[in-house]
Each structure stands twice: as structure tokens, then as C-alpha cells.
């Protein structure tokens, strides 16, 4: 089991530059989480979907960001344009199940660090 | 209001000594879990423990020992013999009922072993 993996780890970019950050959930997980770390907001969702569907979209930041789910073995999270205040960590989590089954504790993967100059 | 109150920002300790992170939560569903990850400095998060609400029995692996006491609204964290490796940021969480695929992060509290 490889994880959740993510990429790249480090990402560096001028500011109103697109970034994508690619996650590959564990395999046989239906559910997948995008979430952001910054030191003044901590942890917060961004995006959760379930058998590739956006089901709560409510912590995406704005409409710069967008996630997608083509298929059950990827997703990106894209900015466009970025800004310098979109520097953090994020995170892609997965899990298996949906309600409160998902309360097992999902796997995330290692985050991308994002750096917008 | 914030949902998981972690007071402690930072915490030193020496090598060996027994440490308790403290985990102060607020939720009105009945039914929710409680969580705890560990976020060393390589930054991953890796999970420690889920506990449900209707289960309020302690929990021990090895070193590491939860108390949940729903009364106070408390799930503290305690590390016995603390050792280097112990220190990370330790995060607690809360899933709650209506939105049960969401973990509401505290603001974390970070670990320092000194040898």
C-alpha cells in the first residue's frame, strides 16, 4: 500500500500563475479531501468528494480554486490566478465510505508546499 | 465558536518525562468522534486514535494513553516516558454527525523532547 501520494511536495510560483497540485488516493478508497494548513487558519476542509462527486465544496476559498475528480485514482486541486496569500500547505486525504463511516481516521498524504512570490 | 480548543501552543519537556496534551471540544450531536493525529517535522500527518462518544473507556497503546471524559468535554492525550522522537505538533479533531466526513481541526499543540 503506497499511501496517499502527492505532488510535487515543494511548489514555487509567481504570483498570477496557474499551480495544480495532483493527489492519488489509496486505491479502494471512495471518498477523497483536499485541506489547507496555514498558520493563521490551522487546518480547514477545502473540498470533499465521494465516488467522485464534489459534495461539499464549501471551503473553497474562491473562485481561483478549482478541484476535480476524473476518475477514482486522481484528482487536482488548481489555482488560478494564484496570490501570495495561497501559500501553504495542502493536504489530500482518502477514505473508505461515506457518513459516519468515514470516521475511521483518513490517510493523508504528505502535502504539497505551496510558495506564491 | 471554536469547536476543538487546544490551550497549549507549545510544550517542553525532558526526555523521559510524562506529558499530557490537553483536548477541549464542543459539539450538541450525540454522536461524534474524536481524533488525534501527530504532524512531525518531515509534515505528514499520521493518525493516532478515533474514539466514538459512546465510548468512553481509556485507551492505551504502548506509551501513549487517551482519557475521554465526556463530562468536561475532554479527550487529553497523555505520553509516558517521552523520547525525542515523540516531538511533533499533535492535533486533535472532531467529526460531528451532520457533517461526519469533515475533521474539525484544533489549533494543535507543538511538542519539544529535550534530551
Known amino acids: 500500500d503506497a499511501g496517499v501520494i502527492q505532488s510535487p511536495r515543494h511548489e514555487v510560483t509567481e504570483m498570477g500563475q496557474e499551480v495544480t497540485l495532483r493527489c492519488k488516493p489509496i486505491?479502494?478508497?471512495?471518498?477523497l479531501f483536499w485541506y489547507r494548513q496555514t498558520m493563521m487558519r490551522g487546518l480547514e476542509l477545502l473540498i470533499y468528494?465521494?465516488?467522485?462527486?464534489?459534495?461539499?465544496d464549501s471551503g473553497m476559498p474562491e473562485d481561483r480554486f478549482s478541484a476535480k475528480m476524473p476518475n477514482a485514482s486522481f484528482s487536482t486541486l488548481k489555482i488560478q490566478p494564484s496570490e501570495p496569500r495561497d501559500s501553504a500547505v495542502y493536504f489530500c486525504?482518502?477514505?473508505?465510505?461515506?457518513?459516519?463511516?468515514?470516521?475511521?481516521?483518513?490517510?493523508f498524504g504528505s502535502g504539497t508546499r505551496l510558495t506564491v512570490v | 465558536a471554536q469547536k476543538v480548543t487546544q490551550a497549549q501552543t507549545e510544550i517542553s519537556v525532558v526526555e523521559k518525562e510524562d506529558v499530557t496534551l490537553d483536548c477541549v471540544y464542543e459539539?450538541?450531536?450525540?454522536?461524534?468522534?474524536l481524533f488525534w493525529y501527530k504532524q512531525p517535522p518531515s509534515g505528514e500527518l499520521v493518525f493516532l486514535i478515533r474514539?466514538?462518544?459512546?465510548?468512553?473507556q481509556n485507551e492505551i497503546s504502548g506509551r501513549y494513553s487517551w482519557n475521554f471524559q465526556k463530562s468536561t468535554s475532554s479527550f487529553n492525550f497523555t505520553i509516558t516516558a517521552s523520547q525525542v522522537v515523540d516531538s511533533a505538533v499533535y492535533f486533535c479533531?472532531?467529526?460531528?454527525?451532520?457533517?461526519?466526513?469533515?475533521?474539525?481541526f484544533g489549533s494543535g499543540t507543538r511538542l519539544l523532547v529535550r534530551p
Open positions: 486525504a482518502s477514505s473508505q465510505g461515506q457518513g459516519l463511516g468515514l470516521n475511521y481516521g483518513y490517510t
Open positions: 486505491s479502494g478508497h471512495n471518498s
Open positions: 468528494f465521494n465516488n467522485n462527486v464534489p459534495i461539499d
Open positions: 459539539t450538541r450531536d450525540t454522536t461524534y468522534y
Open positions: 474514539r466514538n462518544s459512546f465510548d468512553e
Open positions: 479533531a472532531l467529526s460531528e454527525e451532520d457533517s461526519s466526513y469533515k475533521l474539525i
